[in-house]
DNA sequence: TGCGGCATAC
């Protein structure tokens, strides 16, 4: 925020005489390249200068920073009295530079020196143990800095919550975090990121509202974090919110904060919104881009994704990886097979990027979606590089279902659960596949087995939010204050589009696995108590009604809420694992190609 | 010389 007062820059008096000499003017021009930082060491040691510490350390950082962590090692170990300050400063700019394991090289020099650590040596270490996700190593430096005394230092507490939440220990991060007395905003957005990174958005979004309690005044990166935690939890209502105080609190739009923007509208339905986002930014970068072309991917606008993918490699920067996973995805959304097929030989022969799974599996879903099982079934084996991760299987799985091709089915669910026995999700799709071909006694078969391995499926449920408030329903829900209403509700909704002729689609009971689930059927599918829900709370309104499901949408509730669109002439967007389903007039926006 | 931020398959 802009201070009002005046004060000196203190960067004008920060020049240090001693660092104008010759030699030290050499190295700062030689910067982080090898080549010329070499000839600069040559011209150090002729000079007699090889053992001026100041000299060495910014010599060996520089090194760090052009790549070559071994070459600084060899100049720090073989200097005659390296002291704290040399190795501090290599273990932070190796951290800095993404070389981790040079970083804790660094660090251990440091230990086996025994000279004096700085907190500076522990935010940085702690930080590469980060990267590295290597919890036990640095469980040994969060204890070595308890030892040395910087157990409640700030800097260090927050970079040991970034290190407990990027090695999945949510509980422990948020220990330290509680633990913090003067929290900085920094430590704020770390413990909001560190939620949402680990797929805990309503964690998120709790820690940013107390944020808000605490009268802390968040910054962009604060934003940043939180509207990543809107997009994955479909807070629609917060995204706005903090959309309102970006805009108003006039705060720059870095890149970063653009492309949070532009994935938030995009995941939480308003694609559109998202787009004049898009067009609004001065700074788009390859993630900007990414963003919105998988926007339109999970909204079922593949020729959007495409001419926009187009326009990118006219005026954008080069895709990436990333890009390319978004772009097979929408192809593969909208059964664009030829624009998926021509932007995988792109993503080779142009950009020279190699396919990962994510690819393949996008590509054998294009197919097999299209209705192509042979030529997803022969692109596994001409183009998959040794044997196929059990995600493409998982996707030619999910073609046979959707084909109805009982005998692949089958094949390739028995090969999946040779690959993956412990996964629950092949074996609920393999008694989907026995059910649709009406084999009733191999769908028993199937879920006496799951029951005798404790295997249980996902527990589904449908999330509506209402004023700011998620609602969530699970099957059967009945803890919701307001559930006689709800239910009342849902009976005369579904009276209503039988009379206009709704028939359940039985098809989609017949694998509910868990006892407790099979006595309320499909009637009371979670999407459904929610869609009633948010009928009953928006009568009158024409706001379109927002539903999250964590699970793809079953087949029966499909069906239900296009008749539901129709009958109460109300627009429902549902949002389920994969993808964007817009309802109205009876008709959802994916054309039944899910 | 220190802690943090955006996109991905089924």
Redesign the pocket.
């Known amino acids: 925020m802009a201070n009002s007062s005046i004060q000196f820059e203190p960067s004008s008096f920060?020049m240090n005489p001693h660092h104008r000499s010759p030699e030290y003017n050499a190295l700062l021009l030689a910067g982080p390249r090898l080549g010329p930082l070499k000839q600069a060491h040559a011209r150090l040691v002729v000079a007699g200068y090889a053992s001026s510490l100041p000299l060495t350390t910014k010599l060996a950082t520089l090194a760090v920073a052009a790549g070559a962590a071994s070459y600084a090692h060899l100049l720090a170990v073989s200097h005659p009295a390296p002291d704290s300050?040399l190795f501090?400063?290599l273990t932070?700019a190796a951290?800095?530079r993404g070389l981790p394991a040079a970083a804790l090289t660094f660090y251990r020099s440091l230990l086996t020196a025994a000279l004096p650590f700085?907190?500076?040596?522990?935010?940085?270490v702690?930080?590469a143990c980060?990267?590295l996700s290597a919890l036990r190593v640095g469980m040994a430096v969060h204890a070595h800095a308890i030892l040395f005394g910087?157990g409640s230092?700030?800097?260090?507490?927050?970079?040991l919550?970034?290190l407990y939440s990027?090695c999945g220990q949510l509980a422990v991060a948020r220990k330290l975090f509680d633990a913090i007395r003067d929290r900085?905003?920094?430590?704020?957005?770390?413990m909001i990121?560190g939620y949402?990174?680990n797929g805990l958005a309503e964690r998120a979004i709790e820690v940013y509202k107390e944020m808000q309690m605490a009268g802390e005044a968040?910054?962009?990166?604060?934003?940043?974090?939180t509207?990543?935690a809107c997009?994955?939890a479909g807070a629609l209502d917060l995204g706005r919110e903090v959309e309102r105080r970006i805009v108003s609190e006039r705060m720059?739009m870095?890149?970063?904060?653009?492309?949070?923007l532009?994935?938030m509208y995009?995941?939480c339905g308003l694609v559109n919104k998202a787009r004049e986002w898009f067009d609004k930014l001065q700074e788009r970068?390859?993630?900007?881009?990414?963003?919105m072309i998988?926007?339109y991917?999970?909204h079922g606008h593949g020729h959007e994704a495409i001419k926009l993918f187009h326009l990118m490699r006219r005026e954008g920067p080069p895709p990436?990886?990333?890009?390319?996973?978004?772009v097979?995805?929408a192809c593969?959304?909208a059964g664009l097979v030829s624009e998926g097929r021509d932007a995988f030989a792109t993503m080779k022969s142009v950009y020279g990027l190699i396919p990962?799974?994510?690819?393949y599996?996008?590509m054998?879903?294009m197919y097999?979606r299209a209705g192509l099982l042979d030529d997803a079934m022969q692109f596994i084996h001409d183009s998959i590089p040794g044997e196929p991760?059990?995600?493409?299987w998982?996707?030619m799985?999910?073609?046979c279902k959707m084909h109805k091709n009982f005998n692949l089915g089958v094949e390739v669910a028995e090969r999946l659960i040779a690959l993956e026995p412990e996964n629950p999700?092949h074996r609920v799709l393999l008694s989907n596949i026995y059910a649709l071909s009406g084999k009733m006694n191999h769908v028993e078969k199937v879920r006496n087995t799951m029951i005798k391995r404790r295997l249980k499926k996902q527990i589904g449920y449908s999330l509506i939010e209402i004023g700011g408030i998620a609602h969530l329903f699970r099957m059967g829900e009945k803890s919701h204050p307001q559930t006689r209403d709800i239910y009342q509700y849902l009976e005369e909704l579904i009276h209503r589009i039988t009379d206009a002729g709704y028939v359940p689609e039985t098809d989609s009971v017949l694998h509910e696995l868990e006892e407790e689930e099979r006595e309320f059927a499909l009637r009371y599918h979670g999407e459904k108590l929610a869609v009633a829900f948010g009928l009953m709370m928006s009568a009158g309104s024409t706001a379109p009604i927002r539903i999250i499901k964590n699970l793809?949408i079953c087949g029966d509730c499909h069906l239900a809420i296009k008749y539901m669109s129709a009958v109460e002439n109300q627009e429902i967007i549902v949002r389920d694992?994969?993808?964007f389903h817009h309802f109205k007039d009876g008709k959802c926006s994916c054309q039944e190609y899910w």
């Open positions: 920060s300050f501090c400063t932070r951290a800095h700085s907190s500076f040596a522990f935010t940085a702690a930080k980060a990267d910087f230092d700030g800097f260090v507490q927050t970079a919550v970034v990027k900085s905003v920094v430590a704020w957005n770390v990121s949402e990174q968040p910054d962009s990166a604060t934003f940043v974090a509207l990543s997009a994955q720059d870095s890149v970063f904060l653009g492309a949070a532009v994935n995009a995941r970068n390859v993630v900007t881009w990414t963003s998988a926007g991917g999970m990436n990886d990333v890009t390319f996973v978004a097979l995805s593969a959304h990962r799974a994510e690819h599996c996008s054998v879903d097999g991760g059990p995600e493409v998982t996707a799985l999910g073609a999700s793809r694992k994969h993808r």
